[in-house]
């Protein structure tokens, strides 16, 4: 009788293992929520304005989530405005949350832009597309995606006959 290459059939085994295990802990695993809080001005230069998009990540889960990554892309009026990674690390904790900002540069050539876009657009919309990336144990990088289309709060201007 025989009983196989012994060399062969741990490592198979093993990695059975780990994939039964990953199945099992994906399965217990729920996704952080994502949402956005705020577009702020925080400051201005001679190469234009500075913003801070704060998002608010809840975490659900019994383990501290570390944020790897946060890739986005903004848009005004429907056309593309902004596109950026930021790579500062954050630990969300477990069943917690934390806030997450991600500092953008508008240059004033890209304000002009939209300024322009005005007279077709009297109420300009935004919208941001972001994909958070989470480095979960034994899953991996779990990617989370988070979409906001909002108004611009800009006031009503009456000007003087």
């Known amino acids: 009788m025989s009983r196989g290459n012994p060399r062969i059939g741990a490592p198979a085994v093993a990695l059975l293992g780990l994939l039964v295990l990953a199945g099992c802990v994906r399965h217990f695993f729920h996704d952080p929520k994502v949402a956005l809080r705020e577009a702020t001005v925080t400051g201005f ?4 304005a500075y913003l801070s998009l704060d998002f608010d990540v809840l975490n659900p889960n019994r383990v501290t989530l570390p944020l790897r990554g ?3 892309k903004v848009w ?3 056309a ?3 596109e950026g990674t930021e790579s500062k690390p954050v630990d ?3 069943h917690g949350a934390a806030r997450v900002t991600l500092p953008v540069t508008l240059r004033y050539d890209d304000f002009v832009r939209v300024l322009k876009s005005l007279k077709d657009h009297p ?3 935004y919208d941001i597309e972001a994909e958070f ?3 979960v144990p034994v899953v991996g990088i779990v990617r989370v995606p988070v979409r906001e289309h909002r108004e611009i709060p800009f006031p009503d201007l009456k000007l003087p006959l």
């Open 45 to 48: 230069s001679s190469a234009g």
């Open 70 to 72: 946060v890739d986005y």
């Open 76 to 78: 005004v009026n429907g």
């Open 80 to 82: 593309r405005f902004l």
């Open 92 to 94: 969300v904790p477990a």
């Open 123 to 125: 109420r300009p919309i």
């Open 133 to 135: 990336r989470f480095a």
